[in-house]
């Protein structure tokens, strides 16, 4: 394969200018259009003078596909014959793929994208369908920047069907993408597995293809590999056969898909398995003897499976749903189409230990990636501007998923932290839209951030609350239906939904979507009326020019009426039935965003501030409301809007509370407080800690160590939550009872002295006493770190190790999470 450079005819936009666009011969029919045209270069084509019918592209150069946002759609694959044979030992494989290709105009190129693969030009030829001709091309250029390659013939190709065929080589790697090793143990001895890591853009790694979402195609996958592992796929297997130490296993074709979602999966592996009520198979693989830890994910998984076919009145579209957790993994989990990979953490769940927070993220992840299997995968986003479709959809329904299956976690009020990650991201300068144009591959993996998911969920609960959830669900539905096996914008979504609710869903939520940041609306009460004005909120204290189409939702004095209306101007007066007499009570109060359901902060006037404190304080307000109250007060306070002492006193309102997600806020809001001041006002600290510690011992008292029977989950998250502040605060009696309950711990890991729920605090407190000239408490974490074999204790283990008041201390943890000894795990 030539990797060298081609002669630059000046024609292509230079990378720095990359366009979003097709390639011209894709775009619109309208005439207008061909201003986009890239001027041909002058070259001639001795042997194939064009005839008039094909001279576009005929005339053009391997130039033109340099430098390009997207492959040209000239032509597209229809299917995918895929062959890989995998060497787990040497670390390589070898693979053909044989696509099916429908050229739809006339060209002499196939531009595909590859990339760290070997291709021998001889590796490659392409054949006319009923032409009995096979054509080999006269040129294979690797474009490196691009990851493309550019398959140029002599002559033009026939339009409609032909074979395009490509054998090739390459490394399994060890950047946990495209086709990776992932090292695992057995019988103490370390071995290598075979993982697939596409999204979003290294399938062309494993082999070349076609390798956007848009160019969705069918999948008939064939391995190679030794007989004693275990093969998977996205479908099952429909026959093997063995030749001697090798067997050939051969899947079943794939319904239509997009690159992304293909996975292969070579190793040894143990299962469980159960079945849907119509008889998918799902399965959860582990490592070989821990087949349990993937019971209570399969539990999950088969209830997720049977709520998402009725929420979006479509059945899972593939046979089988296999999930599995992988050693080596670079994100959480991603939801490979009927064979999803997992961080371990993500789907182990052991019932002496791990923790509640741990059977929680297990039960989120698993819904959000089936929840994929339809948002995503079955209806695809058109283009990676459309991420968030997939992402701050699926995390927004998991939280639907897990209040289903564990009503008593009150998910809905833990999704607020969804939400205030995505505020505090986009009240930076620098942030971005939901849809944000993607001009290169390089630019995809910056958008799996808090915008696209957090956001991006919080704007999708936003509109479910102004429209209502039946109709909101009814429309999905229709959506659903009318995208499967295709793929959608944004616009098709807000298309569906406005036809469902007669709604204008549209202009509404194009403010959300297309501009970045959001309004702070502030209220006042004057003479009756309620005055609001939005501004952007940044948390620079500046203000943004941005204006929102705003749902206002509106309580005074009870939650029997809510008051609903459209804010769209910079600033109006509203005159509300019912707050005059309101106003008269003694307990007078107004909040707006009822809930928390919308994306907007909300600054009060000081009156009105005062008599919110007030309704937390006496427990009034919902836990959402007490949440949202105590959010945006810290969130204006920090951009410089708000008096400190008027945050505190705030937080000492929450003395009484009782709602997990509430308190824990209150003490991570505290905690960041604590460490600002530790550097602008060290005088202060000392007081500071005594308001806090005042503030969370009693809670810590009526929690205690020791779980009660029969207690709740949330309960479970409180205790590690509230002992680990108070460790970290220094508060002695906390660290010394850490110390006392760790070093039984440490002789017998099955005492019922150190739960997991506590395990994380316990540490945190140990490395407390932790200084440079005693380190055993240090040496005792690493101990446990090497002795685990559960990765979840490994990261609470990592994610005490820093907590140390000794900077050296902390320098050597640090330089312990670089070395070789810790993994993604
Ligand atoms: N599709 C993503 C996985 C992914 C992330 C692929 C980044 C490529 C780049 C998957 O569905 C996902 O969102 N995983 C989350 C977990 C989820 C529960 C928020 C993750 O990996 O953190
Ligand atoms: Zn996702």
Known sequence: LRKTALPHYNISPSPKKRKAKRFWLNSSPNPSASSERPTLPNLSFPHTPPTPAVTMAAEQSAEHFRGQARLPGFAAPRRYDLRLTPDLAACTFAGSVSVSVDVAAPTRFLVVNAADLDVSPGDVHF?????????????????????????????????????????????????????????????????????????????????????????????????????????????????????????????????????????????????????????????????????????????????????????????????????????????????????????????????????????????????????????????????????????????WVSYLAADRFFPEWNVWIQFLEESTTGFRLDALAGSHPIEVDVNHVDEIDEIFDAISYRKGAAVIRMLQSYLGAEIFQKSLAAYIKRFAYSNAKTEDLWAALEEGSGEPVKTLMHSWTKQQGYPV?????????????????????????????????????????????????????????????????????????????????????????????????????????????????????????????????????????????????????????????????????????????????????????????????????????????????????????????FNVFLEDRETPLLPPDVRKAAYVALMQTVNKSNKSGYESLLKIYRETDLSQEKVRVLGSLASSPDPDVVREALNFLLSSEVTRK
């Not at 205690?704 to 590690?720: C, F, P």
Request: aromatic share 10%.
């Open 127 to 395: 054949a006319p369908k009923g032409s009995g001709q096979v054509l080999l091309p006269v040129e294979v250029t690797s474009a490196l920047e691009d990851e493309i390659l550019i398959i140029r013939f002599n002559e033009v190709l026939p339009l409609g069907e032909g074979t395009l065929v490509i054998a090739f080589q390459g490394t399994l790697n060890d950047k946990m993408k495209g086709f990776y090793r992932s090292v695992y143990e057995l019988n103490g001895e370390k071995k290598n597995m075979a993982v697939t890591q596409f999204e979003p853009a290294d399938a062309r790694r494993c082999f070349p293809c076609w390798d956007e979402p848009s160019f969705k195609a069918v999948f008939k996958i064939t391995l190679e590999v030794p007989c004693e592992t275990v093969a998977l796929s996205n479908m099952p297997v429909v026959e093997e056969k063995v030749n001697g130490p090798t067997k050939t296993v051969y899947f079943q074709e794939s319904p239509i898909m997009s690159t992304y979602l293909v996975a292969v999966i070579v190793g040894m592996f143990d299962y469980v398995e159960a079945f849907t009520a119509d008889g998918t198979s799902v399965r959860v693989y582990t490592q070989v003897g821990k087949s349990a830890q993937g019971k209570f994910a399969l539990e999950v998984a088969v209830k997720t499976l049977i709520l998402f076919k009725e929420y979006f009145a479509v059945p899972y579209p593939l046979p089988k749903m296999d999930m599995i957790a992988i050693p080596d993994f670079a994100s959480g989990a991603m939801e490979n189409y009927g064979l999803v990979t997992y961080r371990e953490t993500a789907l182990l769940f052991d019932e002496r230990h791990s923790a509640a927070a741990n059977k929680q993220r297990v039960a989120v992840v698993v819904a959000h990636e089936l929840a994929h299997q339809w948002f995503g995968n079955l209806v695809t986003m058109e283009w990676w501007t459309h991420l968030w479709l997939n992402e701050g959809f699926a995390t």
């Open 521 to 741: 609306v502030s209220v006042k009460l004057k003479d009756g009326k309620l005055e609001l004005e939005q501004t952007q909120f940044l948390s620079s204290g500046s203000e943004g020019v941005g204006q929102w189409v705003v749902p206002i939702t509106l309580c005074c004095c009870s939650y029997s009426v809510q008051q609903k209306f459209l804010f769209r101007g910079k600033q109006d007066d509203f005159n509300l039935s019912g707050l005059v007499e309101c106003q008269k009570k003694d307990d007078f109060w107004i909040k707006l965003n009822v809930d928390q359901t919308g994306f907007y902060r909300v600054s009060y006037d000081e009156e009105l501030a005062s008599r919110l404190r007030h309704a937390v304080e006496t427990n009034i307000l919902s836990a959402a409301d007490r949440y949202g109250v105590l959010d945006d007060t810290y969130a204006l306070c920090m951009a410089g809007k708000q008096k400190l002492v008027t945050l505190l006193h705030l937080i000492a309102a929450y003395k009484n509370e009782t709602e997990y997600t509430v308190l824990a806020h209150a003490i991570n809001t505290s905690l960041s407080i604590y460490e600002m001041m530790a550097v602008a006002a060290p005088e202060e600290l000392v007081n500071m800690k005594k308001f806090l510690i005042d503030f969370l011992e009693p809670f810590a008292q009526r929690v205690g160590w020791d779980a009660k029977s029969g207690e709740g989950h949330l309960n479970a998250l409180l205790r590690g939550t509230l002992l680990s502040a108070l460790a970290e605060l220094g508060h002695q009696s906390t660290i010394d009872e850490a110390v006392r309950r």
